[in-house]
């Protein structure tokens, strides 16, 4: 296998922690590249179901780039989809053991979803983009970033929808007992209306940066 | 992608290599699971037992005590102790004074993707089924796993008629789900709109379980009763 000698799209040697930086904000998962989208519309009803969300896929992202990486020039191109699933699939059933180990009740609030994670778009093309060309380091610093981003966008929903949904935050009243829950932002519709605002905040903010840098 | 796929009609797969790849890679992954299935085993029976109290008490409201009693094959009751391994056991519930307030029982069954567990309490006194909890279930995220929380299908469970006939041996009406609005008899579950099958999937749940489990109950009910202090 000599995928190695190909130069992977975006990579910077001198600048190893952009393949960690990238993800948090100019390549962010959800608010850029707009993958992963079930997970983040259904499981983002509460910031702590985010935060769980977005920790569990994490680690799942990290430990499949790493084994992608480290075999990547083992694992032939015809059978690699098939191995990147199974390494997937193996970290997906050893994070729902470990959630279950830590809290059923996070468990029970998962529900599908944990198991659901195998699928989730951002894990399999990370390996397929990133892992399965790059060194172990970067591959690692790349899924971490990734998670990160993924979990901080997964957190901008949660906060928004618990805020308005239940009047609470991590649980903890925040907007006094006068406060008139807006059941829908709990529902499924309201997931769309959060994401679509936030994606609306972000677009803004690009929109703004490349007029600035038009400017200069 | 356009220069390596190139490169494959040039050089054949070599089958050994793809072999050798998948069985290392499904090898290195089974050994993965197993070390984390044995790994977390022991914490995840704890957490399990610990839910399963919390249930308990949860679906015999008024419960401040519980006896474990194991059902034999026979269908006798015996007083049970210690770790519960596969026996089939249900839970008598006594208020503050020592008085039977209520049977918990677990059962579990088909549902719409996959098996669905539950608890459910049961008051001989009032031959009504008194709680129900979902203890584990895979139904559909926004539509059947409704069954877990929604308040008012659980309001269903508070007070659902489950009287035997008079000779103890069947249930009188056996409990069934209908459609969300159409519950007319106390032994009928209102369903969820939305959530249908998993709604008549508690429904048949609840009811297979009643009509084996509560003609065993009302043969026994003294020997419950006799832990009353």
């Given amino acids: 296998m000599s995928t190695s000698n190909i130069a992977p799209a975006g990579s910077n040697p001198v600048m190893d922690t952009d393949a960690f930086i990238k993800g948090l904000w100019r390549e962010n998962p959800v608010f850029v590249q707009v993958l992963g989208m079930c997970p983040v519309l259904a499981v983002s009803n509460t910031a702590i179901n985010a935060l769980a969300m977005g920790v569990a896929a994490t680690f799942v992202l990290v430990m499949s780039s790493t084994l992608v990486s480290l075999f990547r020039n083992f694992i032939p191109k015809q059978v690699r989809i098939a191995s990147f699933i199974l390494i997937i699939a193996t970290f997906v059933t050893i994070v729902d053991f470990l959630i279950q180990a830590i809290s059923l009740d996070v468990h029970k609030a998962l529900g599908a979803f944990i198991a659901l994670i195998v699928v989730n778009c951002i894990i399999l093309g990370r390996a397929e983009a990133f892992a399965s060309k790059n060194s172990l380091g970067k591959s690692i610093l790349d899924a971490l970033g990734m998670g990160v981003g993924f979990t901080f966008a997964l957190l901008c929903l949660g906060i928004v929808r618990e805020v308005l949904g239940a009047g609470t935050l991590f649980d903890i009243p925040v907007l006094g007992d006068g406060f008139q829950a807006w059941s829908i932002m709990l529902l499924p519709g309201g997931g769309f209306f959060t994401l679509g605002a936030w994606l609306l905040v972000f677009s803004i903010m690009r929109e703004r940066k490349k007029n600035k840098a038009v400017a200069k | ?229």
């Avoid at chain 2, 269908?75 to 008085?99: C, N, Q, T």
């Fill in chain 2, 1 to 229: 992608m356009s220069a390596p796929d190139m490169k494959f009609t040039i050089e054949p797969p070599n089958s050994w290599h793809m072999i050798r790849a998948l069985g290392g890679v499904g090898v290195l992954c089974s050994l993965l699971i197993v070390f984390t299935f044995q790994a977390t085993l022991p914490t995840i029976t704890r957490n399990k037992a610990e839910a399963l109290e919390r249930a308990i008490f949860n679906v015999i409201p008024g419960a401040a005590t519980r006896a474990s009693f194991q059902v034999t094959d026979s269908g006798a009751l015996v007083s049970f102790e210690g770790e519960p391994k596969d026996e089939v056991l249900i839970y008598a519930g006594y208020d503050s004074d020592g008085r039977l307030v209520g049977v918990a029982m677990e059962t579990q069954g088909k549902g719409f993707q996959d098996t669905i567990r539950l608890i459910y309490g049961y008051s001989p006194e009032k031959q009504q089924v008194i709680g129900m909890e979902v203890l584990e279930s895979k139904e559909t995220p926004g539509l059947g796993d409704k069954i877990i929380k929604d308040e008012d299908f659980l309001a269903n469970f508070a007070a659902l008629d489950a009287t035997l006939t008079s000779d103890g041996s069947a249930l009188e009406h056996p409990i069934e789900a209908v459609k969300a609005g159409q519950k007319e008899q106390p032994w009928q579950i209102d369903g969820i709109t939305g959530a249908t099958i998993s709604s008549k999937a508690v429904g048949d749940i609840l009811r297979s379980s009643t009509e084996t489990m509560l003609p065993i109950l009302h043969n026994q009910v003294n020997l419950l009763k006799r832990n009353e202090s």
